[in-house]
Every structure is written in structure tokens, then in C-alpha cells.
């Protein structure tokens, strides 16, 4: 953005993405920093420790689990996949997020994903590994998942039906979660090295250089770093649309009413956004907080992220009224009953409505640029998206299962406890995780912050030789 | 911790420089007056400096272009032998290679491959992992991580001479001009 073309005062003119006054020194002392250091601030230990105890459920309710089989979960006939799936695909989403703002924002040249994209990345991964869990251990026997999932010589000659779309999801989160992993590495690596040359521990300089590769920042490394990172960031942004794409085909090639549409690919991947981009600022605002970070993570990131928190939300509504009007459109009794069934009559309506409160109505508020800029406001509205994104799952999934085409098979679905603690369980996995991360590694990215310095794009001032 | 067994003395000459601006503007002049063995370190990528350094490498792409084809071929390759050869099942009276359906997989795998190539790859082209390099025995150079530039004259190359190097880079007007021992 050209800011000399706003006058002085300007409503329209955007904060900047880096607080003014900052050099290359103060960037790498404050960054390295909150790593380098012995003491962490209370809130940290605080939420660790309830996340941790979470996490200490999980682990009870999978040994739990392992030692019963999944009949302690509420799961049915009909309703065969509840908490397990509703899980896996919100927690997926939540990972879309990291690479949209990664990849496809890099390709955009958007520079304010800078201080955003090291932890929106690890929250990718982190989110990423708490979907896995899920597919593996709703088998029951997770030692036997490796002969379901993946294609490898077995002693039966068997292998997996490649024209299904559960396979087709096997392939593409993995492939996410690898390349996700080495995506985050890669940008990792020249900060460090930074670590490697600030640390004084004579171990910790020992790990952090193992980690480092020996990077050097020379120019010609720069070159093919660059080059790569470009092309890799090519790679991810169709990498990040199939994945949810995939992830809908597990619906939409069902005949189960309410699952089987086209609007799913599209809808899928505007709902993982949604969801990504609320759960990274759900994240953002408490850390920027507890350490200090909002010359950094500045309002213009809050307000850019609560916008694209709006319009992807918005697009997903779109899905919504394509849902019910291809219902009724399609003329088909079992669609509309299921579309009654859904929102009007059925056992489950009421979450339908608290869906369209959290996802529709409240997010509606971040049209305010008054409201954007009002933390508390965008907090309390991503956790309204939070929820809303988790029952969006619960009611196509649910509803539609639990009344579908014979009113003799129908049965209602309860959580059991165990469905709860597993999931609160991987919820504490994950922030224990995101908190581990931003006490051993830098969360905002320190070479690509000192790119924004003025500086740091020197002109040539040779006569001859070189292109300008 | 020089070692007596090599072609040179010293491994090179390095200057050091406070700025991004001072850095290109040296490296161009190195660049300018015949050096060929020499390179520039920064705490972040410096567009300027590809040019001043004449690298024209083009490398990386073909790589990934290569590897995501193979990725494509193997992925592809592995759903045609599963279930064309290996155990073909007919199910739902669909062909057996009912190629719409394997797009997907074999989607992945060329993502994949490419990726895992770009990173390895990238990184094979440096060198990297490298556990020594000589410019680490400057103490100054822990600064080329954080805040400081540092542009290096290898001994080996053809114009090297220990004094005049060392005139011509303190001319560059840097902060500091050091031997890099081996």
C-alpha cells in the first residue's frame, strides 16, 4: 500500500505491519529473547498446566480405549461415525489456515503475513497431528491401522480400493502433514542459525546448531533458499485446496442425504479457512499479549485476519443456503426430509440454529472497523466460530446419519465421556504443543521481519554490469 | 586452527559492513575488479546481491519439475500395479483402472516428491548440512545471523594477493577487514 497517498490522520490509512523504530538489532534481541531465557511469563505456565492435565485425559481415555475397543464410545448403528469423524475434519480445517497464510498469502505478496505465518504454521502441523490420531484410533485396533490405511506388501496380497475416497484422504493427509513439516523446517532454518549465535548454553548452541545445518547465510544460499521457498509455497497452495477437497469427497461420494452434494469440495475448503484464521487468532491475541509482541503482531494483522475471518465466513453461509436449496431443489423426499429434519422438526435442530448463531450472526459484527479493532470483540467472536465451525460437522454428520432413509433404523446418538475427554484431550495436546513451540522456537519469523526494516532492500548503485 | 597441508595460508579475507547498502556496493566493486571467488553473507536475503554476484544459477526448479514427475509416475505406477495386476477386484462393476479415481493419489505423490525435492534438494545444492566452514572462525561472523554483513574474498581465488586484497577491501570502507583462517 502506498500510504503518502492518505492524508495525516487518515481513517483509511493501515497501521503498519511492523511498529516503527526497530532495527535489526532490537528485532533479534526481542524475538530470540522470549526463547533464550529462563523465565516465562505466569499465564504461560498457567495455561500449560491446564493443558496439560487435558492432555493427561486423553492419555487415559485412549489406554481406556485401546483396552475395551470403541464401544465405549457413544457411537450406533446408524450413527457409526460421531465424535470420531466431527473431530478429524474440524481439526484438519483448523490446520488450512497455516498454509493459506504461508503459501498463498507469500504468492499474493501479502507482507503482513510475516509476523503471522511461523506460528500459523506450527499450529498446521500441531492441528494436523491431533486430526491423525483420530482415523487411527477409530479403527480400534491402531496396530492393525498401517494394513487398513496405507498400501504396503502384506502377507494376505491385499490392497486398498484406490476408487475410494477414504484412501484418496490417507494420501492427502499425509502428504499435508509432510510437506507442512518441512515447509515450517525450511523457514525455520535461517532463525536458527540465529539461535545457534545468540545462545550462550554451550548445549543449547550445540542443538540449535545441529538444527541450524550449518547455515551460514551466504548470498548464494539465499538464492536457492528463496527459490525454493517460492516454488515449495507454488506446491502448498494446491496441496491445502485438495486436502479439504478430499476430505468433503468422504461425504459427498456417500448417498447418505445431506452428505451427498457438490457444493461440498468448495464449501469444505471456505469452512477450514474460516476455522483456520479464527483459531490463529485465537492463538495470535493471547500470545502477542502474555509476551509483549504488538509492535510485531500489530492491529492491522487483527483487523486483516478478522476480515478474511468475515468473507470466508460468509462464503461458507453461502454453502449453507446451496445446501437447503439443493435439497429442496432436487425434489428427492429423503433430501427434504433431511433438510425438516436438519432445521425445523428433527432431534438435533436446535444445534442448526446455535450453528447459524455462531457462524452467521456474531461474525457478522466484523463489518465494524471500530469492532475489529476491539480485541476482546474479534477474541469472543473467533470463539464463537470456534464452536460454530465443530457443530457445523456435528449436524452434517449427526443429523443425517441418525435419521436416514428407514424410520425403523433410526436411533439417537449421545456422547459418552469418553467421547468428551478424547477430544478436550486433543485440545490440550494441541496447546501443549503451541506453548512447548513458542518456549524452544522462534514463533514469529525473525529474518523474514527484518526484511520490512527500511534498508533492507539496498539499490544498485553500480554504473554497469548489473539489472536494476 | 590452520592447517599446514593446504594450498593456501588462509582461507580468505572478510570484511565486515553495518548495512545492507554497504554490502551491495562493495560486492559489486569486488565483482567489478575481476574477483570471482567471493561471497557475500546477510542475516536475510538480499535481491541486490544475486546480481552482484553474478549468480545465474537455474537448478532448483528443474529438480522439483523432475522429482514431481517421478512422484507422478509412482503414484499413478502404484495404483495401475495394485489394482490392475496385483489383485484386481471388481467393485461395482467399475473398471479396473477406473483412472478418474486414482487422480487424486497420484496427485499427492507428485506434491510430494516435488516438495521433498525442493528441500532436499535446496539444501544438497548448499551443501548442507556442512558441521565446519572456515567463516565460523571469525567471532565477528555470529553477527551475520543478527545484524551485520560480511562480504568474503576466498584465497583461492586467481587475483587473491594477501596485501592487496586487504587494501583493496579496507577501500570498500567496511568496519573491519579479517583473515578467515582455514
Known amino acids: 500500500v502506498d500510504e503518502s497517498q492518505f492524508p495525516k490522520g487518515d481513517f483509511r490509512a493501515p497501521v503498519p505491519v511492523l511498529t516503527a523504530g526497530h532495527s535489526y538489532r532490537s528485532i533479534t534481541d526481542q524475538l530470540t529473547g522470549i526463547v533464550l531465557t529462563k523465565h516465562s511469563p505466569l499465564a504461560w505456565y498457567f495455561i500449560i498446566a491446564i493443558a496439560f492435565t487435558l492432555l493427561s485425559g486423553l492419555g487415559v481415555a485412549l489406554s481406556w480405549l485401546l483396552l475395551k475397543g470403541i464401544g465405549i464410545w457413544g457411537n450406533n448403528v446408524p450413527v457409526g461415525w460421531a465424535f470420531d469423524i466431527i473431530n478429524f475434519v474440524w481439526w484438519i480445517g483448523i490446520g488450512h489456515a497455516g498454509t493459506l497464510i504461508s503459501a498463498i498469502l507469500l504468492l499474493f505478496k501479502q507482507d503482513w503475513r510475516t509476523s503471522i505465518n511461523r506460528s500459523a504454521e506450527a499450529m498446521t502441523l500441531f492441528a494436523v497431528a491431533c486430526a491423525a490420531i483420530f482415523p487411527v484410533i477409530h479403527t480400534g485396533r491402531p496396530w492393525l491401522a498401517a494394513y487398513w490405511l496405507f498400501p504396503y506388501p502384506n502377507v494376505m496380497g491385499l490392497w486398498p480400493n484406490f476408487r475410494s475416497p477414504l484412501i484418496w484422504d490417507v494420501f492427502a493427509v499425509s502428504t499435508y502433514a509432510s510437506v507442512s513439516l518441512i515447509f515450517w523446517y525450511t523457514g525455520l532454518v535461517p532463525d536458527l542459525a540465529t539461535f545457534r549465535d545468540k545462545a550462550e548454553h554451550p548445549l543449547l548452541k550445540k542443538v540449535y546448531g545441529v538444527l541450524a545445518l550449518g547455515w551460514r547465510g551466504s548470498a548464494r544460499h539465499w538464492f536457492r533458499y528463496e527459490k525454493a521457498f517460492l516454488i515449495l509455497a507454488g506446491l502448498s497452495t494446491p496441496l491445502v485446496l485438495s486436502v479439504h477437497t478430499v ?21 469444505f475448503v471456505a469452512g477450514a479457512v474460516y476455522a483456520g484464521f479464527a483459531m490463529v487468532l485465537t492463538l495470535a491475541i493471547p500470545l502477542r499479549a502474555m509476551y509483549g509482541l504488538k509492535d510485531f503482531i500489530t492491529m492491522r494483522h487483527i483487523e486483516n485476519m478478522a476480515k478474511v475471518m468475515l468473507v470466508t465466513g460468509l462464503v461458507v453461509v453461502y454453502g449453507y443456503a446451496c445446501e437447503a436449496f439443493f435439497g429442496w431443489y432436487s425434489g428427492n423426499g429423503y433430501e427434504r426430509f433431511m433438510l425438516k429434519n436438519r432445521i425445523l422438526t428433527g432431534p438435533y435442530h436446535k444445534f442448526y440454529w446455535v450453528l447459524l448463531l455462531c457462524n452467521f450472526i456474531v461474525p457478522q459484527l466484523m463489518w465494524s472497523k471500530k469492532l475489529r479493532n476491539n480485541i476482546m470483540v474479534v477474541f469472543t467472536v473467533c470463539m464463537f466460530v470456534n464452536v460454530g465451525m465443530w457443530l457445523e460437522r456435528f449436524v452434517i ?5 441418525a435419521n436416514d432413509f428407514m424410520p425403523s433404523s433410526w ?24 506453548f ?4 524452544v522456537l522462534p514463533m514469529i519469523a525473525i529474518f523474514e521481519m527484518k526484511v520490512l526494516l527500511p534498508g533492507s532492500n539496498p539499490t544498485s548503485t553500480h554504473d554497469g554490469g548489473s539489472h536494476p | 586452527m590452520s592447517q599446514p597441508d593446504a594450498a593456501t595460508p ?20 569486488t565483482t567489478a575488479a575481476g574477483y570471482t571467488k567471493t561471497d557475500a553473507f546477510s542475516p536475510f536475503p538480499i535481491h541486490g546481491l544475486f546480481d552482484a554476484l553474478r549468480i545465474r544459477e537455474k537448478k532448483v526448479a528443474p529438480i522439483i519439475l523432475t522429482f514431481g514427475l517421478i512422484g507422478l509416475a ?29 487422480i487424486p493419489p497420484a496427485f499427492e505423490t507428485t506434491i510430494l516428491f516435488a516438495a521433498f525435492s525442493a528441500v532436499i534438494g535446496m539444501f544438497a545444492l548448499n551443501g548442507l548440512p556442512q558441521p565446519y566452514h572456515p567463516v565460523f572462525n571469525v567471532p565477528q561472523f555470529a553477527r551475520a545471523s543478527q545484524d551485520r554483513f560480511f562480504l568474503l574474498v576466498e584465497a583461492t581465488d586467481p587475483k587473491f594477493d594477501a596485501e592487496g586484497t586487504k587494501a583493496f577491501l579496507a577501500s570498500l570502507n567496511p568496519k573491519e577487514v579479517v583473515h578467515v583462517d582455514h
Open chain 1, 436 to 439: 512447548l513451540f513458542v518456549r
Open chain 1, 397 to 401: 454428520i449427526v443429523t443425517s446419519l
Open chain 2, 74 to 102: 509412482a503414484g499413478a505406477g502404484l495404483e495401475y500395479w495394485t489394482q490392475v495386476i496385483a489383485y484386481p477386484m471388481n467393485i461395482a462393476g467399475r473398471p479396473h483402472w477406473a483412472w478418474v479415481a486414482y
Open chain 1, 247 to 267: 476430505v468433503s469427497f468422504d461425504f459427498a461420494s456417500a448417498v447418505i442425504p445431506g452428505w451427498h452434494a457438490t457444493i461440498f469440495p468448495p464449501y
Open chain 1, 411 to 434: 436411533e439417537m446418538y449421545h456422547p459418552t465421556i469418553w467421547d468428551f475427554s478424547t477430544f478436550f484431550g486433543t485440545v490440550g495436546l494441541f496447546v501443549t504443543l503451541m
Open chain 2, 10 to 29: 588462509f582461507y580468505g579475507m572478510m570484511a565486515e559492513f553495518e548495512t545492507a547498502q554497504a554490502l551491495l556496493s562493495a560486492t559489486e566493486k
